[in-house]
Structures are given as C-alpha cells and as structure tokens.
T-cell receptor
C-alpha cells in the first residue's frame, strides 16, 4: 500500500470556484504534514503546513484528521494563478513521503 | 540567501557514463535529501543525510552513491548511467524537528 495517496485529477474549475483536494496516509506514526505546490517543470514549494486543529492562510484552508489518516486542502475563490499540481506530503522520522499530486487548472 | 542550488540544470549522458550532481544550501540545514521525479510516480527518495559525514539509503538507492563531506554540500553520483535513470532530480534540505523541506530547482538528466 502506498504511503500517501491522492486523487490525481485533473480538476478543471472556473475562476472564483471553491475546490477541495483530499489525501490519505497509511502509517499512523506519521508526525507532520504539508501541502506543497509544484508548477510545471519547477521545484515543489511549500504551500502550508497542516495541523490537527486546522489552519488557514488567506484563501487556503488545510485540515488533518489523525483518526481517519486523512488530510484535506480547500481553495476558495480560485485564481488563474492557482493552476498547478498540489502535493500532499507526510513526514515520519527523517523521511518525507509524497503523493503523486493533484492537478488543478483554473479556467477564465 | 540563494537557498538550495543544484548543478548542472540539464545534462545528457550516454549509457555507461558517470557524472556527479551537486547540491548546495546556505541555510545551515542539517538534513539534505536527493529525490527523483518521474511522470505518475511522485517524488521518490534516493538517499539522504542527517548531518555532515552521514548518509543513508532511501526508497530507490540502487545505481546511485552520495557523499556529504561538508555540511552545505550533498553530492549524488551515477557511476554507470542507465536509461532508467532518465529523470528530474531534486535536492532538498531542512532544519531538524518538524520543519518543512526546501527544494532546489532540479536537474533534468537524460541517459541515451
């Protein structure tokens, strides 16, 4: 079973839409959780860390459910510039485990 | 601060040739990582280091060697390149604890 699983999409949404991405992880000993954004042919960049209490950064909200081993990312009022691949990342010990990414295209 | 830098950005090798990829970070991070990214596979860990002079194997270490002689540098070597090693290679670094990783811009390697 994969360490981290994501729906690959693609998600094609109109500007202004709200879109949600989900991710599950297999190891309950996982310690920290992140969403990264990756633009085409570029390096991944941290979007936000994910905490059990949930956290928000502007239009982005991340949630962690440790009991269900589930992570989510909600993007409100989508912008054209949000078009990218979103990577769910889980840390355990010294290693990080990456989902294959969810592709988002925001359409004018 | 330059953050994490990688050299070279692009490289084409013939099967059996060798090369070294250089990763450098100026953030005084203890941990450094080498990943490869292939279509549909996500990032997979090749080797990592938890400090100067240390290295450890990741998920896909075969065909690669690494060295961390200086804290700021992490080298990835391919002794005898194979077409299966055609990929995009990313280096990352992080401080300890629960901190996130910072990535370099990547090296696009093609092995013919």
């Amino acid at each position: 079973r994969k360490e981290v699983e994501q729906d690959p999409g693609p998600f094609n949404v109109p500007e202004g839409a709200t879109v949600a991405f989900n991710c599950t992880y297999s190891n309950s000993a996982s310690q920290s959780f992140f969403w990264y954004r990756q633009d085409c042919r570029k390096e991944p960049k941290l979007l936000m860390s994910v905490y059990s209490s949930g956290n928000e950064d502007g239009r982005f909200t991340a949630q962690l459910n440790r009991a269900s081993q589930y992570i989510s990312l909600l993007i409100r009022d989508s912008k054209l510039s949000d078009s990218a691949t979103y990577l769910c990342v889980v840390n355990r010990g010294n290693q990080f485990y990456f989902g294959t990414g969810t592709s988002l295209t925001v359409i004018p | 601060n330059a953050g994490v830098t990688q050299t070279p950005k692009f490289r084409v090798l013939k099967t059996g040739q060798s090369m070294t990829l250089l990763c450098a970070q100026d953030m005084n991070h203890e941990y450094m990582y080498w990943y490869r990214q292939d279509p549909g596979m996500g990032l997979r860990l090749i080797h990592y280091s938890v400090g100067e002079g240390t290295t450890a194997k990741g998920e896909v270490p075969d065909g690669y060697n690494v060295s961390r002689l200086k804290k700021q540098n992490f080298l990835l070597g391919l002794e005898s390149a194979a077409p299966s090693q055609t990929s995009v290679y990313f280096c990352a670094s992080r401080a300890g604890g629960y901190n996130e990783q910072f990535f370099g811009p990547g090296t696009r390697l093609t092995v013919l």
